[in-house]
């Protein structure tokens, strides 16, 4: 079974600065089947990521993925107000088909 | 792209079942995988299984085989989830969402309390 642990679980940063939160997985995941997540109070997630790297439609060009086998790092270049939330990765093929973190909150300084 | 709508929030009994629905408008409703998704009070995301619109066939995740159901009417373009043997652990956040690798668009998620 895959399990996907992301750190830190809370990171403290100030808007303009930039974010780098990882995801880790136990076994390796491929690249094509990793996606990231945002998720505001009281909303659904919104997808930000998926291939690893490539943005979905709409997504600000200050998110980006990277990263491949069992290491990937969504990277938010300079923090805005409305990016403070709660992030998510979650990848698909292995048992269970599908699984996400257990989330990184983003929270301001 | 699709714009999917959930049926309202439900509170049932332990033991009882519960049946909440994501009705698709937009684009074709037979074009998206559709999946369940679960979020305890405070808690992270929980998949719990896929139905493919066109066809019908499902998958669930091992934790909740045996007690979901995900079935759906292609005449309403409505996905349906039954949950049965409800217990506390249970209440939580139900999202539809559709996507295959992952999931693209999400409905706003409907709430069932379990409590007796």
């Known amino acids: 079974e895959i399990v996907l642990t992301q750190s830190p679980g809370t990171l403290s940063l100030s808007p303009g600065e930039r974010a780098t939160l990882s995801c880790r997985a136990s076994q390796s995941v491929s690249s094509s089947y990793l996606a990231w997540y945002q998720q505001k109070p009281g909303q659904p997630p919104r997808l930000l990521i998926n291939?690893?790297?490539r943005r979905a439609t709409g997504i600000p060009d200050r998110f980006s993925g990277s990263g491949s086998g069992t290491d990937f790092t969504l990277t938010i270049s300079r923090l805005e107000p409305e990016d403070f939330a709660v992030y998510y990765c979650?990848?698909?093929?292995?048992?269970?088909?599908?699984?996400f973190g257990q989330g990184t909150k983003l929270e301001i300084k | 792209q699709v714009q999917v709508v959930p049926s309202g929030a439900e509170v049932k009994k332990p033991g009882a079942s519960v049946k909440v629905s994501c009705k698709a408008s937009?684009?074709?409703?037979?074009?998206?995988?559709m999946h369940w998704v679960r979020q305890a009070p405070g808690q992270g995301l929980e998949w719990m299984g896929i139905?493919?619109?066109?066809?019908?066939?499902?998958s669930y995740a091992q934790k909740f085989q045996g007690r979901v159901t995900m079935t759906r009417d292609t005449s309403t373009s409505t996905v349906y989830m039954e949950l049965s043997s409800l217990r506390s652990e249970d209440t939580a956040v139900y999202y539809c969402a559709g996507g295959f690798y992952y999931f693209d668009f999400w409905g706003q998620g409907t709430l069932v309390t379990v409590s007796s």
């Open positions: 937009g684009d074709t409703f037979t074009s998206y995988y």
């Open positions: 979650q990848q698909y093929g292995s048992s269970p088909l599908y699984s």
């Open positions: 139905i493919n619109p066109s066809g019908g066939s499902t």
């Open positions: 291939g690893a790297s």
